[in-house]
């Protein structure tokens, strides 16, 4: 077979296109891998903020531990948006409280998850200071908002 110049352009074209495809496969993560990963995460995003309230109600709390439990929320909140790739609602086909509101109003859960963003950053800030009631008042408005963005996108019987 006479191989043309054109023809090797051809070929070139539809192995680098193949590989463009496949490179993005494998970048994705399978909707049902995005739920199960998504939910481990808000346990320990749960985890961590239950310990920091623990602490804010216990009669010595350890400062120390409240920044670094404030720190760590705070490195766990920013990625929210990105835990929820579009197929991975209920059509995933594994149990998820994610409701499709989140893929059709993407800019209010999106607006959820930066309010977190802003308020946990916020928080670590002031536990840096050590003033537990501050710490508790910043504390009360990051539950709000987590509340916020479960009243609505997150089912209530899951
Ligand atoms: C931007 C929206 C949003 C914010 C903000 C948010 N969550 Fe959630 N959360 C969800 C959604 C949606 C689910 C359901 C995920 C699923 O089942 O796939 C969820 C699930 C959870 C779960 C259950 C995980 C499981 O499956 O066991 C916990 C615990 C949780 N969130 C804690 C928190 C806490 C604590 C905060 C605040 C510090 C918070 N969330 C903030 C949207 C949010």
Known sequence: MRI?????????????????????A????????????????????GGTF???????RSPAPDKAQIM?????????TPGIPTWFPVGSGVEAGVKTAAKAEIWQKPDVFKGHAKALQVETDKLAGIAGGGDIEAIKA??????????????DFRQKDS
């Not at 090797?8 to 496949?22: D, K």
């Not at 995005?34 to 320990?44: D, E, G, H, S, Y």
Request: contains cysteine.
């Open 50 to 56: 239950k310990a920091l309230n623990d602490q804010l």
């Open 68 to 76: 670094v439990l404030a720190n760590q929320l705070k490195s766990l």
């Open 4 to 24: 043309s110049k054109t023809n090797l352009g051809r070929m070139f074209g539809a192995i680098a296109l193949t590989g463009m495809i496949s490179g993005v």
């Open 26 to 45: 494998l970048a994705a993560v399978a909707p049902k891998d995005a739920v199960v990963q998504r939910q481990a995460n808000f346990k320990k995003i």
């Open 138 to 151: 910043q504390a009360n408005v990051v539950k709000n908002k987590c509340s916020a963005c479960h009243s």
